[in-house]
């Protein structure tokens, strides 16, 4: 698996998923274009995502495994 990736070209986790108080001064990317968008680019994947308001996400989407008790 390729090295981790951060700063800019990744999401912010809490932008996404709740809301970012760190506001301009977050190290990772607020794109409103991507909020409801689950598909990962596959540009962003290899390095290579280059557009400045990409509407796909910038981090990988984990997903729960269901409660099985």
């Known amino acids: 698996m390729m090295g981790e990736r951060v700063g800019k070209d990744n999401d912010c986790y809490f932008y996404y998923y709740s809301s ?35 509407i796909f996400r910038h981090m990988e989407i984990a997903v729960s495994a269901p409660d099985l008790t």
């Open 20 to 54: 970012c108080s760190k506001g301009e001064m977050c190290k990772f990317r607020h794109e409103p274009a991507a909020l409801r968008n689950e598909t990962v680019c596959l540009y962003w994947r290899s390095g290579k995502c280059r557009r400045d308001k990409c």
